[in-house]
Structures are given as C-alpha cells and as structure tokens.
C-alpha cells in the first residue's frame, strides 16, 4: 500500500522557519507530482507547491512565493518543503499528495494519494 508520511511540523514564531518532510513509498520509477496541500481550520485546501518526482521546475501558489521552497532527495524517496519567513496566516495543517497529472499545478483534486498530515502554527 502506497503511504506518504509527514514530519517536521510544529509551533514557531512568525518569522521563523520550518522544513517539512514526506517520505514516499511510491516507485520512484513512475512519473507523478509530489505536493505539498494545506488547510487551516474553516478554510478551503490551498496547494502551496508541487513538482514532477523527477525534478524541473516546481509550482507556488502565490501567498508562498519566495518564502516556501519544494525539493525532493530521490536517494530517498522524500520530499521536502522548506519554509522560511512564516506568518501566522500560514497556520495550517500540511498534507503532501501525490497523482499523476499533465502538469503539476496546487489543485487538490490532481492528487489521489494523501498523507495523513502535520501541523504547523505560527503565533
């Protein structure tokens, strides 16, 4: 069964910085995008970045731009993402989701396999 599993979340100051990490059972062999899905309490999911497993260019929605980096160590099947400068409005519990899709774009419904999440809070 294929799993994704999330560490790395947690509570830090605005302005601080964060690394999440999602381990991959998926075969590295396939073609399909990794991305990192968040949703904060009373809100709708938000994908914030995603990229091919074999690399190349990623997608950031636009309230992450410059701030949240996505990266991937193929060595380990794992994916990372990077957050750096975090606002309280990035307060939200992270997901990485996996599909396969044409391009790699934020949209939730582009991902069929799911974490089971890690919560990061910003105050």
């Known amino acids: 069964q294929v799993q994704l599993v999330e560490s790395g979340g947690g509570s830090v100051q605005s302005g601080g910085s964060l690394r999440l990490s999602c381990a991959s059972s998926l075969n590295p062999d396939s073609r399909f995008c990794l991305a990192w899905i968040r949703q904060a309490p009373g809100k709708e999911r938000e994908g914030v970045a995603s990229m091919y497993n074999g690399g190349g260019s990623a997608y950031y929605a636009d309230s992450v731009k410059g701030r949240f980096t996505i990266s991937q160590d193929n060595t380990k099947n794992t994916v990372y993402l990077q957050m750096n400068t975090l606002k309280p409005e990035d307060t939200a519990m992270y997901y990485c989701?996996?599909?396969?899709?044409?391009?790699?774009?934020?949209?939730?419904?582009?991902?069929?396999?799911w974490g089971q999440g890690t919560q990061v809070t910003v105050s």
């Open positions: 989701a996996a599909g396969s899709a044409p391009i790699c774009k934020g949209d939730d419904w582009l991902y069929n396999r």
